[in-house]
């Protein structure tokens, strides 16, 4: 087992709290349980499993943005529009308003992980530029489709992110949680999600569903489907399109038994010299934070 900590920031009412994770202090196991239902038909019919090639397409329409894009649609984009929101598995995807200390507005999307608490990227809770540091607060709306939020709005109470991207904006360490006011509906259930070794990662076909801002306004939810090109002890690649307001969505397989299992949250589009869009990888330590931030106690 691994023998590094990741260090967790929290933020609640103005004040931080650090604790340092220690995957070897948790019972272990391969997966976290999630809700298991049976998969609506439009599910059954968008969500992709297994392995295998996909016809690779053309990338000269890749938007680049220095170093990091926003988001990245790989040749045509073949998002497909989910309107069955309070379907299993969608409605366990939300939609986040966010909202910055100078009032402007950002868009994002998170995935329910635990009773309490939905996970996001790094950037939807903190960032120095567009937020002006931590995030005033966060509106999350499960299975938002327009105007309609079929399970209501729910506000946030406190943020957590790593110490490494608060303090040095490290790419692999971009990710957050999202901790609730109140308890979601029970209805609505939780992923799970694993850290998978590569060999049970390399060119598994893989989904992401989230809220991008260039259809609806991040207010209508697109699923995408490709297959994972790259993996990284801290980041994997794939060839699913995305884009902005997508950040924190949900990078999931779809199990032999028809669960999804999550396994990235998305979180940058096409970078120079990578195979596909990236997330940051589900590994041991990634892990240990998740089952921390949802709640679970060390065994140790």
């Known amino acids: 087992m691994s023998t590094q900590t990741i ?11 650090e604790a340092a994770i220690d995957p070897n202090a948790f019972k272990r196991v391969e997966r976290t349980e999630g809700s298991v239902r049976p998969l609506s038909k439009l599910a059954d019919e968008y969500l992709v499993r297994g392995t295998g090639e996909w016809p690779a397409p053309p990338r000269d329409n890749a938007t680049f943005n220095g170093l990091i894009a926003a988001r990245t649609i790989i040749g045509e984009d073949d ?11 969608w409605c366990m995807i939300c939609s986040l308003k966010i909202f910055g200390v100078d009032g402007n507005v950002w868009f994002g999307t998170g995935w329910i992980a635990g009773p309490q608490t939905v996970i996001t990227a790094g950037h939807c809770v903190y960032h120095q530029h567009n ?26 109470h406190s943020f957590s992110t790593t110490k490494a991207w608060k303090e040095a904006a490290e790419a692999s360490r971009d990710i957050a949680a999202i901790h609730l006011a109140e308890p979601l509906p029970e209805e ?24 991008p801002r260039n259809k609806g306004g991040g207010n209508q939810m697109w699923h995408g489907r490709d297959r994972i090109c790259q993996v990284f002890l801290e980041e994997i690649y794939y060839e699913t399109d995305t884009e902005k307001g997508q950040s924190g ?20 589009g096409l970078r120079p010299n ?20 949802v709640g679970e106690k060390p065994v140790n």
Do not use: C
């Open 7 to 17: 260090v967790s920031i929290r933020y609640d009412a103005g004040n931080e709290t």
């Open 79 to 89: 998002r497909i529009r989910v309107r069955n929101t309070e379907a299993f598995p």
């Open 131 to 156: 937020l002006g540091g931590w995030a005033e607060r966060v509106v999350v709306v499960p299975a938002q489709d327009d105007d309609e939020q079929p399970f209501g709005t729910f506000e946030s």
């Open 188 to 211: 609505l259930g939780h992923f799970a999600f694993s850290d998978m070794p590569d060999q049970k990662l390399n060119n598994q076909r893989v989904n992401t569903s989230g809220y």
């Open 249 to 268: 969505a949900p990078v999931y397989l779809l199990q032999s038994d028809k669960t999804p299992l999550v396994v990235g949250i998305h979180a940058y």
């Open 274 to 293: 990578t195979g596909g869009n990236s997330a940051t990888r589900i590994n041991a330590q990634v892990f240990a934070l998740l089952r921390h931030w």
